[in-house]
């Protein structure tokens, strides 16, 4: 009499779903069902997609965020997201014309302004306007002063509004320069190639000024630019200056709007240190930057004539219509 087999408990009934993978007989899988296998998203690649996504997300956050223009690229994001029409509104404000900023360049011990001109970018130009250091001005807080004492005079807002006036446009921003960061941008940026015109020596141990150069083109870095910016020891005098100020903007302007440069206006701005003094932000500084870039560069004096009056020189811009026609007004005896 053959003896019952035992009734498999629940147990030994789901052991065998407990076998390993590699326990498990194979299985033959079919072409097709292979193919839809294959096209199939696997776990593994899923989770490695999404762990790499954010990365690179991030990284490209981290760019613009720590780049010249994250305002610029923030705004953007939220035009985009309430609509195309809102992009419309999101314009470049210096690359219209509404903006003006004057540039002032100190030297090393006062807060004379040995270098002035203002900036406009409008209509795919940038305009430099030239301001000759002696011009005539009348100011209503400190009578007849020279453009170049507006600032030590009555401070940024001061030179603003009568630089302003006399070029007949109103300025919005200013940026001063002491020479020692031109000095030091300029070596940053790979120095400036000039043609020097004539022989240029002068020495002022007052301003540790030190000016030796010899005719010829170079490669001006240093204290050899600020020489070259400075020298007005000649029969040209303050418009000769103006004429080799002129030489600089123009190839300082040629590697400003390289587009290789814009990434690096912080490193630029660093460069400058506290011897840059603006009321714009690092963010307009890069819109500044971007409004030049493609540009054509323009660059122009304001009208004028020499003018003397207690035996003092100026020129007297030709916006000045009380004294037209005067060439010189001597000292009350």
Request: a positive charge; charged letters at 25%; aromatic letters at 6%.
């Amino acid at each position: 009499m053959s003896q019952a087999r035992p009734r498999p408990t629940r147990s030994s009934r789901s052991r065998p779903a407990r076998l390993r993978a590699d326990q498990r007989p194979a299985r033959q899988v079919s072409k097709p069902e292979r193919a839809a296998r294959n096209k199939a998203p696997r776990p593994a690649s899923n989770q490695h997609r999404r762990a790499v996504v954010p990365f690179v997300l991030g990284v490209c956050a981290g760019f613009l965020l720590g780049g010249p223009l994250p305002h610029l690229a923030r705004e953007s994001l939220a035009a985009l997201l309430k609509g195309p029409g809102s992009l419309v509104g999101l314009v470049n404000p210096f690359a219209t014309g509404d903006r003006q900023v004057l540039v002032l360049g100190t030297d090393r011990v006062a807060d004379n302004t040995d270098v002035i001109f203002t900036v406009q970018v409008k209509n795919g130009t940038t305009q430099l306007t030239q301001v000759p250091r002696d011009t005539f001005v009348e100011t209503e807080a400190f009578g007849v002063l020279k453009a170049n004492a507006l600032y030590a005079s009555g401070g940024v807002n001061t030179a603003k509004d009568e630089i302003g006036a006399l070029i007949q446009a109103p300025v919005q921003n200013y940026l001063k320069l002491n020479l020692q960061a031109v000095e030091r941008l300029a070596d940053a940026m790979g120095g400036v190639e000039v043609d020097v015109q004539k022989r240029m020596y002068y020495v002022d141990n007052s301003q540790g000024l030190y000016i030796d150069l010899y005719p010829g083109p170079q490669l001006l870095k240093g204290e050899a630019l600020e020489g070259f910016l400075r020298f007005r020891h000649d029969e040209l005098g303050d418009l000769g200056r103006m004429d080799r100020q002129k030489l600089v903007l123009k190839e300082v302007f040629r590697k400003l709007v390289q587009p290789s440069t814009l990434p690096r206006l912080p490193e630029l701005i660093k460069i400058a240190g506290d011897d840059l003094k603006t009321d714009l932000s690092p963010v307009e500084l890069g819109q500044l930057v971007t409004a030049m870039v493609g540009s054509k560069l323009a660059t122009a004096q304001v009208p004028g004539r020499v003018f003397w009056q207690d035996e003092l020189s100026y020129w007297m811009p030709d916006s000045n219509g009380r004294y037209a026609g005067v060439v010189s007004i001597d000292p009350v005896p």
